[in-house]
């Protein structure tokens, strides 16, 4: 939003909130494509950690590593997913405000051109 100086009134660049907006969407997108890449990790160091073992049960040696592994990436998750509901809703704000803007100079434009001038 810029201000004209003039009256008091500011103008604000629709096209821009809308390009953040869907920009802020990809992000969103991106950081949602995280979370099932912090499972395949947990995934895969308890495979290796099970690898070699007779019952290929995890072998207990990596049982803390793997704890810690666990709690970190559940943390993140949760970080993550936390972030991804953030900028989520923020694209939507900035979505609905320049809908808002846009309806309201619609509106405004359509009262303003029935007005009778004869």
Known sequence: MTDTGKNGHIAANVPTLRDVSTRLGGVADDLAALLPE????????????????????????FSPLLASLSSVTKKVGDNVGQ????????????????????????????????????
């Open 38 to 61: 912090l499972k395949e990790i947990e995934a895969a160091a308890r495979k290796s950690a099970a690898a070699n073992t007779v019952d290929g049960s995890v072998s207990p040696i």
């Open 83 to 118: 972030l991804h509901a953030n900028v989520s809703g923020d694209a939507a704000a900035l979505k609905k405000l320049a809908d808002d803007m846009e309806g309201t100079d619609h509106s405004h434009g359509a009262q303003i051109a029935g007005i009778v001038t004869t």
